[in-house]
């Protein structure tokens, strides 16, 4: 060891100041100080995790729901069967480097069977957010760049169903681009992660603010319902009860605007063509896509009044008095007609039966909400604060002998190679997440198994401790987490 270190550890021995050893930043810390993460503080020159540790249990009015047992706010998430207490990773710490055991490996008994829990908090350089944003309305196009405070975060990928998607965060924002890129891109994913609200803006597209559980605004615009289906599918519900009020109905949606007498649905009805072709390709009958361009308008369309979409009316087949339905898929949008002696359409008040076709399609809207999901890889070295072979963990989970959840709250493992999971964070506890300067995001997870198992993968056998005498411990430090072995 050089003289420089030693005289700067006698100097920090005699100042109090102590090295966090939980990630590869290695703070130095004063006493009463926190490291550059804030997870980390120097408490009496004792190593602490600052956050409360969070165990959960079962109520008892309740089977099935698990409430705070200690310090986890107001959270009422609803978690794993079987266990009476189960000790989640948010607020264990880390151990770096790896080939420690994790912070708490905890054994327990429910039922009868022994059972081992593996806590930690694992720092995920390769992780990210689904964004599934209920509403039609143009965010903007696919791949399009997604920025808070005007660094690239994430892209808009595949839109789904009713809902458009963005992908935030992951390794190459993190750790590819400028500092302040990954600064930028980890504040988002953590307060998004945090259940937080962000302000994103999409190059060609919308502004939105997004936060877990809430509804979507975009460009300033609260979004109220996500759509029933899409324009084809509107027809396929509803057509039944719109015969014999309207003798057609365009369903105006972005992807396919579904015209009802020529729509499979109609014919089945032996509804008389209407003679109105509307613009756009055909894929189908009485389906049709680009009616329009994508955009703000009805049915996530950039239209604005609906007679647009109209091509032409066939005077051979139309007739004066037809009776015109045009909604959007959400029926947020809508507008009836009747065609004139020159078959042209003329706005008309809707009638009481077609006002109540129209509310019926929007009372089978959904709430439009925001999910958000964290997507990591723990597949890397963290297993092996589990395990001195890793690999045999990797295969216990994919034999299903091994449970992962995410603050308590179940996951998602892809399959193929890898612990790559998915967690819906409004299903964790709040401020479930934490982050480290490198930068990455800290996530709690926890493996549970049978200690039988724990024992044949190569666990940690001499670091296991019982569950009750970990309570104690977290008791008399007011769950706080201090690291054994790291005074000054
Ligand atoms: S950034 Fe946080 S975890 Fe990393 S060394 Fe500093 S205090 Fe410890």
């Known amino acids: 060891m050089s003289e420089i270190a030693t005289e700067r550890e006698a100097k920090d021995v005699a100042e109090g100041i102590i090295t966090c050893d939980a990630c590869p930043v290695l703070c130095r810390i004063r006493p009463g100080r926190t490291g550059a993460c804030d997870r980390y503080g120097n408490v009496g020159g004792v190593l602490t995790r600052m956050d409360p540790m969070i165990i959960a249990s079962h109520t008892e009015a309740k089977r099935g729901a698990m409430v705070p047992f200690l310090g986890a706010g107001e959270w009422k998430g609803t978690l794993l069967p079987g266990g009476e207490t189960f000790v989640t990773g948010i607020g264990a710490g880390t151990t770096y480097p790896d080939y420690k055991p994790a912070p708490f490996i905890v054994s327990s008994r429910p039922g009868g069977v022994d059972m081992v ?4 908090e694992g720092i995920f350089s390769y992780c990210g957010l689904k964004l599934k944003i209920d509403t039609d309305r143009f965010v903007g196009p696919e791949q399009a760049a997604v920025r808070a405070e005007g660094e690239q975060v994430g892209h808009v990928t595949t839109a789904e169903y009713g809902s458009q998607m963005l992908a935030l965060g992951g390794v190459r924002h993190l750790t590819g681009g400028s500092k302040k890129e990954g600064v930028v891109t980890c504040e988002t994913m953590l307060t998004l992660a945090n ?3 962000v302000e994103l803006a999409i190059d060609g597209g919308a502004t939105l603010t997004v936060q877990a ?13 996500m759509r029933v289906g899409c324009g084809s599918a509107t027809i396929g519900i509803f057509a039944k009860q719109w015969q014999g009020h309207a003798d057609e109905v365009i369903v105006v949606d972005d992807h396919i605007t579904g015209v009802l007498t020529e729509h499979q649905a109609g014919r089945f009805l032996e509804m008389r063509p209407s003679g109105i072709r ?11 896509f680009q009616v329009a361009n994508p955009g703000l308008g009805w049915g996530g369309t950039d239209i604005t009044d609906p007679l647009a979409i109209i091509e032409k009316i066939d005077a051979k087949t139309a007739w004066p008095g037809m009776r015109l339905l045009m909604v959007s898929t959400t029926g947020e949008d809508a507008a009836y007609f009747i065609l004139d002696e020159k078959l042209k359409p003329v706005l008309t008040p809707m ?21 958000v999901m964290f997507m990591a890889g723990a597949g890397g070295s963290l297993r ?4 001195e ?18 603050g308590g709250a179940p996951v998602y493992i892809w399959p193929g190679g890898g612990i790559t999971y998915m967690v819906d964070v409004a299903a964790m506890p709040d401020n479930a997440f934490g982050h480290v300067p490198t930068p990455a995001i800290v996530a709690p997870i926890e493996f549970t198994m049978r200690l039988e ?6 666990g940690h056998m001499d670091s296991v401790r019982p569950v009750e005498a970990v309570l104690e411990q977290l008791q008399g430090s007011k769950s706080r987490n201090p690291i054994p072995g790291t005074t000054e």
């Open 278 to 288: 509307v613009r756009g390709r055909k894929s189908t009958p009485g389906r049709y």
């Open 351 to 371: 009638p009481e039966a077609i006002r109540k076709a129209v509310e019926r399609i929007g009372e089978n809207c959904e709430p439009a909400l925001t999910t």
């Open 213 to 225: 559980g809430r509804p979507p605004i975009v460009n300033g615009t609260q979004e109220e319902r």
């Open 195 to 197: 259940k937080g609200a």
């Open 384 to 387: 092996a604060g589990v395990t």
């Open 389 to 406: 072979n890793p690999i045999r963990l990797t295969r216990s989970i994919k034999e299903a002998l091994v449970r992962v959840t995410s």
């Open 453 to 458: 198992d724990y024992r044949d993968l190569g």
């Open 117 to 120: 829990t593996v806590v930690t």
